[in-house]
């Protein structure tokens, strides 16, 4: 897979945006839901990408890792109205179709993009 950070703001998801798409639950992928995800990588119609959350994992972190899951705080942009800080859980990787991103919500800033491709680096 190819990472190259690369966000052009023009309607179409890029490496380092942070889009709006459905995502399909992890206990049951029939269902899902429409959420942020940060592009990691695109090949043709194909998008890599990792969830976000407003959940604020930091209190349970000990917790999250006994069962596998992995979060990092990426702060806070346009991706929310409201602002709330974020984080991006670097375990589960999804691969999502291109058309199934619904919106833009904004370009991560590059050094923080980095830091969550060398810590997700162990999940891809």
């Known amino acids: 897979m190819d990472i190259e950070y690369s966000p052009v703001l023009d309607g179409r998801p890029d490496p380092g945006e942070i889009v709006w798409a459905w995502v399909p639950y992890e206990e049951d992928p029939s269902r899902g839901k429409d959420r942020p995800v940060l592009v990691l990588a695109r090949d043709g119609n194909r998008l890599t990408a990792l969830a976000l959350t407003s959940k604020d994992h930091d209190r349970d972190e000990a917790q999250e890792a006994r069962a596998g899951r992995y979060w990092m705080d990426v702060g806070t942009g346009d991706w929310d109205r409201r602002r709330r800080p974020s984080e991006v859980r670097l375990d589960r ?32």
Not at 97 to 121: K, S
């Open 93 to 124: 990787v999804l691969t999502l179709d291109v058309y199934a991103v619904r919106r833009e919500g904004a370009a991560l800033p590059r050094e923080i993009f980095d830091e969550v491709v060398r810590e997700a680096r162990r999940f891809l």
